[in-house]
């Protein structure tokens, strides 16, 4: 059963060959059975998902019009609030909070009848590459465990990878969604800024940050993101529009005649030859599709990884700053006579990571009397640069391809210690994040190198992300066809466990 796709589940559902409590409870073993090596998970609701299921069920068997994936198992990236469940954002600072209230994206949901499994691991904060920089441990990559899923959401990436859930949801700063999948050899997408509510997601970086799908299939991702965008009205930056079509873009899938712009920037020198060869056989897929390929300019991406992190490191200074043990979370050092700035900085050096402290500081350093300008108000008009840049490209192409991530997944602590090479990590996946635009990965093959999955990534304007569902599928289509393997279609033997 958990070797469906979310999309045939979804159809054995609405047959009555199976019911959402036989399926969560299907996924709810499998978590069980490996979850202890893959380690995806935070937190199982094995009850509160099994009573979910239940009341699909009654509701299925009423005759009510239920969303076309109410029933299925889905796995929480924790960065998103749900009520009475505990919600840490992968930090100590939060261990044990129980939101009073649910996210939009959360109430989207289980409005959707949609069964939410429990909370899966990240970067603390979603700072990270890796889920390295977890404040509860790594998880590790259900393709060799001995190898890193890619971050920030890469317990919602190898949650899915290892079968433990056929939906996930992720969210993505600078390819925290599309970085993971590449690495774990699934789909992810990061819709448009603006697309899905942010109302009850952590914030990290707030004009960046963007929750968004898993699957292992382009359709299965299109079915979730319809469920969980839309306007909100809680959320002051969410766009007042129609959700565009994904779902019938990724059911169609035909690229015959549609201009595919290659970024010069993003490919050749500092990528994996193995990933270079997947990127280059994918698009003389697409060619033979039907498809025109033409390369793009896009001279400002060179700066873009330097403006994302002062950019991105600047607003979480500020964001963070609400952790004050003052409120909610971790308090430590109240004892008497503590002033409330000893007690303050005691609790945020107790609970926050290294990765996080250094990103509170630098961004502090970059917003400070004197360095604004240099650092801040520059990256900025970085970011300026690469919108201008996306806008002259799109004139030339409906959708940009590049690699998602310069190389496959690497060694668990190959970087921990090396920031820098970990930042390099989302050099191409980065410039979507800054422009505001949208974004996917889909498995492009293994590399020959080491036998992992590499990631393709498709970019389009802004609520234009049907046309990432429509390329996408019929690339996935077409090497499924060729070659039999570019998505996972059996949950895998997990390589180098203990």
């Given at each position: 059963?958990?070797?469906?796709?979310?999309?045939?589940?979804?159809?054995?559902?609405?047959?009555?060959?199976?019911?959402?409590?036989?399926?969560?409870?299907?996924?709810?073993?499998?978590?069980?059975?490996?979850?202890?090596?893959?380690?995806?998970?935070?937190?199982?609701?094995?009850?509160?998902?099994?009573?979910?299921?239940?009341?699909?069920?009654?509701?299925?068997?009423?005759?009510?019009?239920?969303?076309?994936?109410?029933?299925?198992?889905?796995?929480l990236k924790d960065v998103l609030a749900q009520k009475g469940v505990p919600t840490t954002a992968g930090s100590k600072i939060l261990q044990g909070w129980l939101p009073p209230y649910d996210s939009t994206v959360v109430s989207k949901l289980k409005s959707a009848g949609v069964v939410i499994m429990g909370k899966t691991n990240m970067d603390e904060f979603a700072m990270g590459s890796s889920t390295e920089n977890s404040g509860y441990g790594p998880t590790f990559n259900p393709w060799d465990l001995t190898r890193t899923p890619g971050g920030s959401s890469g317990g919602s990436a190898a949650a899915v990878a290892s079968f433990e859930s056929p939906l996930a949801i992720g969210s993505d700063t600078g390819g925290s969604i599309r970085q993971p999948a590449a690495l774990t050899g699934i789909v992810g997408v990061r819709p448009t800024y603006g697309a899905v509510s942010r109302f009850g997601l952590i914030a990290y970086s707030s004009s960046l940050d963007q929750a968004g799908p898993f699957g292992r299939t382009v359709l299965d991702t299109a079915l979730l993101h319809e469920v969980m965008a839309g306007h909100d009205p809680k959320d002051a930056t969410s766009i007042n529009a129609p959700v565009p079509a994904v779902v019938a873009a990724a059911k169609s899938g035909d690229v015959k005649g549609m201009k595919i712009g290659v970024i010069k920037q993003l490919q050749g020198e500092g990528y994996q030859k193995g990933v270079q060869t997947r990127f280059d056989e994918s698009l003389q897929v697409l060619a033979d599709l039907g498809a025109e390929i033409v390369e793009v300019d896009c001279p400002s991406f060179e700066y873009a990884l330097a403006a994302y992190y002062l950019i991105a490191p600047s607003e979480c200074s500020s964001n963070l700053a609400r952790f004050d043990a003052m409120r909610y979370g971790l308090r430590t050092g109240d004892v008497d006579g503590a002033s409330a700035e000893a007690v303050m900085s005691a609790t945020r050096n107790a609970g926050f990571g290294r990765e996080v402290k250094r990103r509170i500081i630098l961004g502090t350093y970059a917003l400070s009397s004197g360095y604004y300008d240099a650092y801040y108000g520059s990256a900025q008009k970085i970011r300026t640069l690469i919108i201008q840049d996306y806008a002259k490209a799109f004139a030339q192409a409906e959708v940009l391809v590049s690699p998602t991530a310069p190389t496959t997944a690497y060694k668990i602590g190959e970087k921990v210690d090396d920031p820098m090479a970990m930042y390099l990590g989302d050099v191409a996946t980065i410039p979507v994040n800054l422009a505001g635009i949208c974004g996917m990965s889909l498995p492009a093959g293994l590399a020959d190198e080491d036998n992992l999955p590499v990631g393709f990534q498709i970019m389009a304007p802004a609520m234009q992300d049907q046309r990432l569902y429509q390329a996408g599928a019929a690339l996935e289509a077409a090497l499924l066809s060729k070659w039999g393997a570019p998505i996972l279609t059996k949950a895998p033997e997990l390589k180098g466990a203990k």
């Open positions: 059963m958990i070797n469906k796709t979310a999309a045939e589940m979804a159809d054995s559902l609405a047959k009555g060959e199976t019911s959402s409590v036989e399926l969560t409870q299907a996924h709810l073993d499998r978590v069980a059975a490996v979850d202890g090596q893959v380690k995806a998970f935070l937190h199982v609701d094995s009850e509160g998902a099994l009573a979910q299921a239940k009341e699909v069920d009654a509701r299925r068997a009423k005759g009510e019009k239920l969303s076309p994936i109410a029933g299925i198992p889905l796995a």
